[in-house]
């Protein structure tokens, strides 16, 4: 934090690139202050002039009807989702490409708009046949194949409700979130592609299906003709359901407040809640934040190289950037296969101009080397931008320099899930930057830090970060807990978003996101609730208690240690380590698994019987007390030595 407090105080800010500037939408820090002004002095006139970006059935009689903490957006307003991420383009951009897809291996396939509407009606007729209607939801598990967007767009067409489950969620995860929305329909493959490897999905779907009576279809991709259990009656192939189906179906206008999605995430408990999202707000202010933040271009080659079973890639894959008629790469395998310059070969072959990718695929790609950028021609980017995680300053300049080679400015973005879309990020040809700070609000946001009775920080001070009005696509509740939604967001701090993150805000108004102040922690991007890790870690035959904390990590920015107490029957030892750590992947997914699992004697807690959560945090990150993962720490020692000097965690 100190470091941060110097850098607050001493970073001096550096205007984008001249060149830059004069072509961009919003060039000057000048006419970037005459939006926000205009957007907070006159909201409604501001959001109502932004909303004709989108083709409306009716427009909306009302820009926003708010009752804290309930907002209605574009109140009376009908339109079709799909039908603004398609139909619309067909006169001018039939023929461009929409989708441009990286398999693995093999040929990069490109899809037209001509071609993905076809594929979406159909498959939105197939859907039908099913039995699903408008507000349905439908259960989403599938890898980074075009047919995974031609599923959302086929949702939304018809109105019904999609929840996309991140294809590396083992089925124990995936079963609790399709039971949590009870989707009668789950769209699957029989496998997706990872660094070569067959990852199993459709197994694994078969055995969340076991907790899922609301199931009684089964649509299955067929992505690697790998032999697959077959429940007859309730398994279809998405191809022959597809092809049975007519092309022809017209898009139905939804109010701007049906949902369109629901994305599970981690909170402060083991249980992930449905974030809900509606349709207009949404649609608009991912397709307008592409605009400002992305510049985009008629002939941009954008890329993102998120998945979509993140909302990253909902907002920035699918809907922000076809709302636009962009054409946007996706890529379907990991960053090193076959090696490790797979970004830039991508990079290269399709004249990339837009890449937006993740802190950690940065840090990565610095440990690898520069050698293996070097060795691309990248002189088709012109933007480059970040997110999911603080990015360090050191990371920042080696993608501004390596990457970018000084001449494509970065756009450092911050939003959550929950808020839909970015809100706070530089606007590319206006904002100076300062390596490490998402620096200014969009337009309409006004984000502040404050304390916890709402007072707010000085400059160069920490405190929590805020949302002080609504905007249109910030989540609408909790799926099926509305308290939750009311307590976690708004009951924090009465009257203001509670984002769950510190910041501090310097002299010059730029925003600078810390972490997470909650029990989320944030490994490689991906969000994970220590909560939700220490259920899988005690639902183990061996484990007593457990307690998650996370460590700095060089690379993946957090690492998960898990400190357990095993039961009386149970010795530690390094199969009973390695068999606790998997039992985690196999429960929530591998991305959760534990960097390290440490044996103690018991768990330091508080006279109240509270684990004490900050001495072992120091103690993951000061490294092991033994060294040895199979022996037993002597936590009550740090306990002891704790009381002594009188610390204790409220
Ligand atoms: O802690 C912040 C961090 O990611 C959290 C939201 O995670 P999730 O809902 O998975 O959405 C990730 C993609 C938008 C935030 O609360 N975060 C996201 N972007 C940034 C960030 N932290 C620092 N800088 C960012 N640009």
Known sequence: MDELNHQVLEEKPVPPPEEFSKKARVGSMAEYERQYQRSLEDPDGYWGEQAKLLDWVEPPKKILEWDLPHAKWFVGGKLNVSYNCLDRHLGKRGDKTAILWEPEEGEPVPISYRELHARVCRFANALRSLGVGAGDPVAVYLPMIPDLAVVLLACARIGAVHSVVFGGFSSVALADRIRDCNAKVLVTADGGYRRGRVVPLKATADQALESCPSVHSVVVVRRTGEPVNWKQGRDLWFHELSDKASADCPAAPFDSEHPLYILYTSGTTGKPK???????????????????????????????????????????????????????????????????????????????????????????????????VDKHDLSSLRLIGSVGEPINPAAWKWYSETVGKNRCPIVDTWWQTETGSILISPLPGATPTKPGSATKPMPG?????????????????????????????????????????????????????????????????????????????????????????????????????????????????EAVVAFVTLRANAKPSRELNEQISEHVATTIGSIARPAEVRFAQALPKTRSGKIMRRLLRELAQKGSVTGDVTSLEDLAVLEQLARTKGIEEG
């Not at 991912?286 to 002939?299: G, N, P, T, V």
């Not at 810390?514 to 969000?527: E, M, S």
């Open 274 to 372: 449905g974030v809900q999202h509606t349709s207009a707000g949404y649609l608009l202010q991912c397709a307008w934040s592409m605009q400002l933040i992305f510049d985009l271009r008629e002939d941009d080659i954008y890329w993102c190289t998120a998945d979509i079973g993140w909302v990253t890639g909902h907002s920035y894959i699918v809907y922000g950037p076809l709302a636009n008629g962009a054409t946007v790469v996706m890529y379907e395998g990991a960053p090193d296969h076959p090696a490790k310059d797979r970004f830039w070969q991508i990079v290269e072959r399709h004249r990339v101009s837009i890449l937006y990718t993740s802190p950690t695929a940065i840090r990565a790609f610095m440990a690898w080397g520069r050698q293996w």
């Open 445 to 557: 946001i006004v984000p502040r830090v404050v304390d916890l009775r709402g007072e707010p920080a000085k400059p160069g001070e920490t405190g929590y970060l805020v949302i002080e009005r609504p905007w249109p696509s910030m989540l609408r509740t909790i799926y099926g807990d509305d308290e939750r939604f009311r307590r976690e967001y708004w009951g924090r701090i009465p009257g203001v978003y509670f984002t769950g993150d510190a910041a501090q805000c310097d002299r010059d108004g730029y925003f600078w996101i810390l972490g997470r102040v909650d029990d989320v922690i944030k490994v490689a991007g991906h969000r994970l609730s220590t909560m939700e890790i220490e259920s899988a870690l005690v639902s183990h035959d061996a484990v007593a208690e457990a307690a998650v904390v996370a460590r700095p990590d060089e690379v993946k920015g």
